[in-house]
C-alpha cells in the first residue's frame, strides 16, 4: 500500500526453482551482502543506518526513528526482470515500485511508480480491501490467485517489464498481468485512487524502490537482468 513514509531493498542467490531457472552471466546482482551500495533514500543524497544488511539480508530497522524513507536505485531502468525474495513481519506492509520518477517536485515514491504489494494478509487491515493484498498491482488489479506465504516466510517475487508489458510472479505463479500507457490502464488510474496524482504511471522507465511503510521487513537476492 502506498502511505506518507517511505521504502527498501536487498539481494544474493540462494534459491529454490525460479532463481535456479536464471542464467547466472545476464544477471547483475543488486547488492553487495554487506552495504547497501547502489541505493539512496528518495530524493536525498545518501543512505541511512535504518537500513542494514546482515547475511545478504537487508532490513528495515524499526527502533530507529531519524533518518527513515523509501530506497530506490542509483540506476534506472527500462526493460528488465527483476527477481527476488522478501518477507514481512506479523501484520506488516511494504511494496516494490517501479519506474519511480526521483525529482523534488514528487514527495513520494507512489506519486509517479506502481506497486507490487507486500501484506500479512491474514491480519494487516488492508488485506480486507480488494486489490490491497500480497501480489497485487496495488490498488489497480488483484491477484488472480493468492500465493503468498504466511509472516516471516520467504516469498519469491518476479518483476517482468517489456516494452509497455508488465507481469508479476509470486511463489512460481504469474498472479497479474498488464499493459501500461494504454487506454485500457487510464481507464484503471481515473477509476483508483492515483485519480489525481497527474504523473503516476506515465513514466516509461526510472527507479526500483522499497517501501518504508514502518514494518519490519527483510528482502534477499535482489537481482535484475536487462532485457533488449
Known amino acids: ?15 529454490t526453482h525460479m532463481f535456479a531457472q536464471a542464467s547466472t552471466d545476464s544477471w547483475i546482482s543488486l547488492i553487495d551482502n554487506q552495504s547497501i551500495k547502489g541505493w539512496h533514500l528518495y530524493n536525498q543524497a545518501g ?10 539480508e537487508l532490513y528495515l530497522d524499526t527502533s530507529m526513528k531519524e533518518g527513515r524513507g523509501d530506497l530506490v536505485t542509483d540506476a534506472e531502468y527500462e526493460n528488465f526482470e527483476l527477481v527476488l525474495e522478501w518477507k514481512i513481519d506479523s501484520c506488516g506492509n511494504s511494496g516494490i515500485f517501479f ?14 511508480g506502481p506497486e507490487m504489494q507486500i501484506l500479512d ?11 490491497h493484498r500480497a501480489g497485487d498491482l496495488y490498488d489497480l488489479i488483484s491477484c488472480s490467485t493468492e ?8 516469498n519469491e517475487v518476479r ?3 517489456d ?54 521487513v527483510w528482502f534477499r537476492n535482489i537481482r535484475i537482468r536487462i532485457l533488449e
Open 1 to 15: 500500500m502506498y502511505r506518507i513514509l517511505p521504502i527498501l531493498f536487498i539481494s544474493v542467490i540462494t534459491s
Open 47 to 56: 543512505t541511512t543506518p535504518a537500513w542494514k544488511v546482515n547475511q545478504g
Open 99 to 112: 519506474n519511480v520518477v526521483e525529482d523534488p517536485k514528487y514527495h513520494w515514491v507512489f506519486v509517479t
Open 121 to 131: 494478509n491474514t491480519c494487516h487491515d488492508d488485506a480486507k480491501i480488494i486489490k
Open 147 to 154: 500465493t503468498v506465504k504466511p509472516a516471516g516466510e520467504w
Open 159 to 161: 518483476i517482468r517489464s
Open 163 to 216: 516494452k509497455g508489458n508488465y507481469s508479476f510472479w509470486l511463489n512460481g505463479t504469474n498472479v497479474v498481468t498488464f499493459s501500461m500507457h494504454t487506454p485500457q490502464w487510464d481507464e484503471l488510474v481515473k477509476n483508483s485512487k492515483f485519480k489525481n496524482m497527474p504523473a503516476f504511471g506515465k513514466a516509461t522507465k526510472g527507479r526500483i524502490a522499497l517501501q518504508d511503510h514502518g514494518d519490519r
